[in-house]
C-alpha cells in the first residue's frame, strides 16, 4: 500500500508544455489511493482541458475565483482549498509561477492557494535549459526551498525548444516515487523495526479439537497498521485470525500454538526496536496431543494442561534496548495487577483493559484502555475505536522513544 493511500492532494498545473503529463500525474496518485484536486492556472489551459483532469480526477477543475461562466458566481475559496489538502504537488512548475511562488505574487487562484496552503508542498520545474541554468531561477529555488517548499528535480533530455539538457519535468512515474519516498523518510518510526503479536493461541486436544479463546487480533492488526503508516518495519506474529492486512511494511507471521509464537516472537525479538504483545496467548496447552480423534467412550474426559511459556516474561528477561509493551486484560483490581505484570515482566509500558468495561476487550470494534508505564504515569481514555487506540499507543512511544 503506498503511503499516499487516503491523502489528500491538490496538484497545481502550470502553463508549460509538460502540462500533458498532468493528467498521468493524476491517474498515477489516483491509482495509489489518494484524492485528488487540481487546481490549474489560465495558461495551462493551452497545454491539458480542465474536462480531462476533472474526468481523472472526479472533482471540478478550479482555475478562477469565480466561476465564470456562471451569472451567480460563487467565489472558489482558496484558503479551503490549500487547508483541504494533505500535499500539494505543483507539476509542471514553470519558471514564472515559480518566481511568483518566491515573491508572494498573487495574480491568479493557484498562487492564492500556495500562498493559503499549511501543508508540504512540493514542486517539479519544467523549463528550457537556460532558464533553468539562470542564476535567477537558482536564486528562485534558493528561496523556495527556505520555504520548506521540496524540490522534485528536473530532468536531462529532450526539451521542447528542441535543445537537450537539463530542465524537462520529471516524469509522472519519477515524481510519484520521489513524493512517496520523501513521505516515508519524514515518517517519526522511519527506519524503526517493530515486532508485534495479535490474535489467540491454539493448543491442540487432538487433530480435530483446540482449546482457544475469543480473540478477534482486531488490536494487535491496528497497532500494526499505525505502526507501518509512521513508517515502521513490522512484523506481525499473528495466532489464527479472520484479519488481513496489506501494506508493503508489514509482514505476517501466521502461527498457531503459544510454543508457534514463542518460537517466532524470539526469532525477531532481537533485531527489534520496539515490541508490542497484544496476542491473547493461551496460559494452559494439553500435556499430551491425541494422534487419534478422541471417541467419546466415556461420561467425563479429563485433560491434564501444562503451563505454556510467557512470551512476554521471556522477552522482558532478555530485553537490552528494546521498548517492550504488554497488555493486560483484567477483572478485578485492575491497576494493582497492571502495575504487577509491568514490574514482575520488566516491561516499559502496560496497556490495560477491563472486562469490566462496556465495549473494551474481546471481538468488539472498540476498547477502553489505560497506560501505565514504567515512570508510574497513567494516563486514561475514554472508549475509542481499536484504531484510534492503536494510534494513541504508537503516538505515546514515539513520544517515549525520543524523550
Ligand atoms: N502473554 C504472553 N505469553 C503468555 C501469556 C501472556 O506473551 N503465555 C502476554 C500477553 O500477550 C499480554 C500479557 O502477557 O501482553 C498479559 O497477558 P495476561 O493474560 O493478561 O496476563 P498473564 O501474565 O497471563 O497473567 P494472568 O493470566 O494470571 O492474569
Known sequence: MSILNGKKILLGVTGGIAAYKSATLVRLFIKSGAQVKVVITPSAKDFVTPLTLSTLSKHPVYSSFTNEEDDNAVWTNHVDLGLWADVFVIAPATANTLSKMANGICDNL??????????????????DLDMYKHKSTFNTFKKLKEFGNIVIPAATGELASGLVGKGRMAEPEDILHFVEQDMLGKLPLRGKKILITAGPTHEAIDPVRFIGNHSSGKMGF?????????????????GPTHQSVAHSLIQVKAVVSAQNMYDEAHKHFESSDIAILSAAVADFKPKEIATQKIKKKTDTLTLELDKTKDILASLGAIKKKQYLVGFALETNNELENAKGKLKRKNLNLIVLNSLNDKGAGFKTDTNKVTFIDNKNTITEFQLKSKAEVALDLINKIILEIDA
Open 110 to 127: 493557484l498562487m492564492a492557494t500556495y500562498l493559503s496552503a499549511k501543508c508540504p508542498v512540493y514542486f517539479a520545474p519544467a523549463m
Open 222 to 238: 491496528e497497532i500494526a497498521k499505525a505502526a507501518a503508516n509512521f513508517g515502521a518495519e513490522v512484523t506481525l506474529v499473528s
